[in-house]
């Protein structure tokens, strides 16, 4: 079985899903980070629960965790970003189905509480990710060019 150790840079076009693993998201922040994306000429599709809310989380475990799997098996979805850290994540990532993400590696963009993720990826896959600003920054124009900097290293450049 084939595998790549890094996933493809990023073009204009290509699709980015944003999901919510960890703690819940005002959808204010989702809106303005599709509007954002959208400007970078990005396809943006969305988790089923990004905007759900179970007690502190975005949604049930259950929930958060078939968005993550359906993101890491979708061959279209070039980058995965995490809404926002908070808690959450390490309650889902042992549950994670990688054989997909092993064939079709992909981008996975977020800090904080989706660090699980990143040391998931990056000590048993040797695949590298995005330790990186995510959406529920993105609304503070302070950000800004953090959002330019993410890109060019989404795109190689």
Partial sequence: ??????????????EIRIVSPASAVEG???????????????????????RSVHHQFAGEDQERLEDMQAAFNDNNVKAIFCARGGY???????????????????????FSDITVFHSLLNC????????????????????????????DLLQGT
């Fill in 88 to 110: 959450g994540s390490i309650r889902i990532a042992d549950k994670i189905d990688l054989s997909a993400f092993r064939k079709n590696p992909k981008w996975i963009v977020g």
């Fill in 124 to 151: 048993y896959l040797g695949v590298p990710s995005m330790h990186s600003p995510m959406p529920v920054n993105f609304s503070n124009p302070a950000f800004n060019m953090n959002l330019y900097q993410l890109n």
């Fill in 28 to 50: 204010d922040y989702i809106d303005k980070t599709i509007q954002a994306l959208q400007r970078l000429d990005y396809k943006i599709s969305l988790g089923k629960h990004v």
């Fill in 1 to 14: 079985m084939s595998t790549r150790s890094k996933p493809d840079f990023l073009s204009p076009g290509d």
